[in-house]
């Protein structure tokens, strides 16, 4: 069973604030990553991360920006949040190479900017 | 680069009916693929994954899936439908090393 975890589940908040998504995984995963998801819709990776201090911009253009200073944490922050910000956000985490490296979502974090 | 193709946005079975959620790829390497499902609410599971041992994967739940180079497929089957698999369903590939790469995702819907 994965050990990934998000926090908040939900959050509705108003249009300029500054918010964090917290993503943890206790599985000591290298690889991290953090799709947005419409309802009803595919998943987008906007970025991903294969270790300590390294992180990479994925193909949906994002104005979301993300650390990865100790291992099993991989947080999210939107400077300013705007209405067209509101999605559902997940986390994902991998560990091993190759064929085997499956990746493991955590529940999900869902936000709503009025 | 990779990315899947999934047939049908919704499929809509009677329980005890036959599921098949149809999966194209395109890959310019051998790919690994992967169905995951997500539940309302939910982040995604992991139902199966191919990764070149056998080309006939068994998954979870009474589901499993074939791998054919020669179609470019990875449908998802399960031979009778339970109400308990309404749900939303994603394959997914992905390169040696690289990110995930998901189709949009076909809504199961089961009717009694």
């Known amino acids: 069973e994965a050990d990934i975890y998000q926090t908040p589940r939900y959050l509705v908040i108003g249009t300029g604030k500054k918010i964090t998504l917290e993503c943890s995984q206790t599985?000591?995963?290298?690889?991290m990553y953090w799709y947005q998801q419409d309802p009803g819709m595919e998943l987008h990776l906007i970025h991903y991360?294969?270790?300590?201090?390294?992180?990479e911009k994925g193909d949906l253009s994002s104005e979301s920006t993300v650390s990865r200073i100790r291992t099993e944490h991989f947080p999210l922050t939107l400077e300013s949040a705007r209405p067209s910000h509101t999605s559902q956000y997940l986390c994902?985490?991998?560990?091993?190479?190759?064929?085997?490296?499956?990746?493991?979502f955590g529940p999900g974090t869902r936000l709503t900017v009025l | 680069a990779q990315s899947v193709t999934q047939l049908g946005s919704h499929v809509s079975v009677s329980e005890g009916a036959l599921v098949l959620l149809r999966c194209n790829y395109s890959?310019?390497?051998?790919?690994?693929l992967f169905w995951y499902v997500q539940y309302p609410n939910q982040g995604l599971q992991l139902l199966l994954k191919?990764?070149?041992?056998?080309?006939l994967v068994k998954g979870i739940n009474g589901f499993e899936a074939e791998f054919k180079k020669s179609e470019t497929s990875f449908h998802l089957t399960k031979p009778s439908a339970h109400m308990s698999d309404a749900a939303e369903y994603f394959c997914?590939?992905?390169?040696?090393?690289?990110?995930?790469?998901f189709g949009k995702g076909t809504r199961l819907s089961v009717i009694a």
């Open positions: 997914a590939v992905r390169g040696p090393n690289t990110p995930l790469v």
């Open positions: 191919y990764t070149s041992a056998a080309t």
């Open positions: 994902a985490s991998s560990g091993a190479s190759g064929s085997t490296d499956t990746q493991y």
């Open positions: 599985m000591g995963h290298d690889k």
């Open positions: 890959s310019s390497v051998p790919p690994y």
């Open positions: 991360s294969y270790g300590v201090n390294s992180t």
